[in-house]
């Protein structure tokens, strides 16, 4: 779980060092006109900073309850970094469709490795459909709160009334289906097998 807890060591410094540094934040959110004039490093650098302590916490605490089994996954089919690129390429896709649809607003701005998590959180969910996980500690099946989650993830993004990007939850809980089962395709027969024979734990 090296890489795991890299990734949340490197998150954390970076954001708190960005909390009380606007322009640390300012050089690393995605902005489409940045990228534009070739800062494209932005694609990944927005993961590494949140909007407050609450944001940050969310998203680490999931990365290393979950991020240590799918790392474990991928290593033994990619190599030892093979979650590293997972994760990267995960902040890459999950706000390609962001960018794309406000590419020519200056005003978009987009933090926080959410989508990256979510494709961490959906692998393990397509792994382990039944495992128990604790939202404000009330216990649910993994599938469940699968199920949960992408319904108010789009819900949600339909309302557009707040600052969060859903679309970048969603998108990068599909690539983390993707990416797994092109990794191993077995993982879909398994995933079937296991979502018709319920074992909670």
């Not at 991928?74 to 794309?100: N, Q, T």
């Not at 969060?164 to 993982?187: C, D, K, Q």
């Not at 296991?194 to 734990?201: A, D, E, N, Q, T």
Request: hydrophobic share 55%; net charge positive; charged share 10%.
């Amino acid at each position: 779980m090296l890489v795991t807890l890299l990734l949340i060591a490197a998150t954390g410094i970076v954001s708190f060092m960005a909390f009380s540094r606007a322009s640390l934040t300012q050089r690393l959110v995605l902005w489409p006109p940045a990228i534009q004039r070739g800062q494209a490093y932005r694609l990944l650098s927005y993961g590494l900073v949140h909007a407050d302590m609450q944001h940050l916490l969310f998203n680490m605490i999931t990365l290393f309850f979950f991020g240590r089994a799918i790392e474990g996954f991928f290593a033994e089919r990619i190599g030892e970094l093979g979650f590293a690129l997972f994760y990267a390429s995960a902040l890459i896709v999950s706000i390609a469709p962001s960018y794309l649809k406000h590419r020519r607003d200056g005003a978009y701005i987009s933090m926080g490795a959410s989508g990256a998590v979510s494709a961490v959180l959906f692998a393990f969910i397509l792994l382990s459909p039944w495992s128990l996980i604790f939202v404000f500690i009330v216990p649910l099946p993994a599938i469940l709160y699968a199920a949960m989650y992408v319904g108010y993830s789009i819900w949600a993004e339909r309302r557009g009334n707040d600052n969060v990007n859903h679309s970048a939850h969603l998108w990068g809980g599909l690539y983390g289906i993707i990416f797994t089962l092109l990794m191993e395709p077995r993982v879909g027969g398994v995933f079937l097998t296991r979502l018709l024979h319920p074992s909670f734990g």
